[in-house]
């Protein structure tokens, strides 16, 4: 399984992106949330990736964070939701956006992304609930980046309460990275 790419951007035509591993180019499929925020080309990017394999192909979907990638999984696991349809929602909504929409069971969010109907968002609605990082849909609280809804919900993950986590947040840096966030925000818990 490929988990993740990390090279030069190469090309760069919606929604699919070309990344140059030490000669070896992926094509790799990324919702509009994650392509407006790529680099230049000939830059250095990172990807967490979702390798599918299906009978008469094999797709390779990319992510700029941990967040996306795990909305798309629940996404995809879903009857009648394939990777398209899924990818359809992360560019129209971002994955703390999904999560609200799931929470307050808000079909009509959900029916404002081209090609969900109204049926399709009432099952989206309906399997989801529960399984989208409950921490990010929880009223009057939103993520400043997805760096700060990423920690959240590793935080939340790790079996800390809603609150708990929201508390240690708020203690970090605006622009703190994800992974140095969960260090200092674990080291916060911990006393």
Not at 9 to 38: C, H, I, R, W
Not at 58 to 74: D, H, K, P, V, Y
Not at 79 to 102: F, K, T
Request: hydrophobic share 45%.
């Amino acid at each position: 399984m490929i988990a993740r790419l990390t090279g030069q951007l190469a090309e760069k035509s919606p929604p699919y992106v070309l990344v140059d591993v030490n000669g070896v180019g992926y094509e790799v499929q990324v919702p509009m949330s994650t392509f407006y925020n790529l680099p230049e080309l000939g830059a250095k990017v990172c990807l967490l990736t979702q390798f599918i394999v299906r009978e008469d192909a094999q797709l390779l979907f990319g992510f700029l964070t941990a967040g996306e990638r795990e909305s798309f999984r629940e996404l995809i696991k879903i009857s009648g939701v394939g990777p398209r349809i899924a990818l359809a929602l992360l560019s129209g909504l971002s994955s703390s956006e999904l999560a609200q929409a799931v929470a307050a069971q808000d079909t009509a969010r959900l029916v404002k992304v081209p090609g969900i109907g109204k049926k399709t968002a009432e099952r989206l609605l309906l399997e989801l609930k529960g399984k989208l990082a409950p921490a990010l849909a929880t009223p009057g609280f939103a993520a400043a980046n997805d760096a700060q809804a990423d920690i959240l919900q590793a935080l939340v993950a790790l079996g800390y309460s809603d609150k708990e986590a929201q508390a240690a947040l708020k203690q970090l840096p605006p622009d703190v990275s994800v992974s140095d966030g969960i260090k200092q925000a674990l080291k916060s818990l911990a006393r």
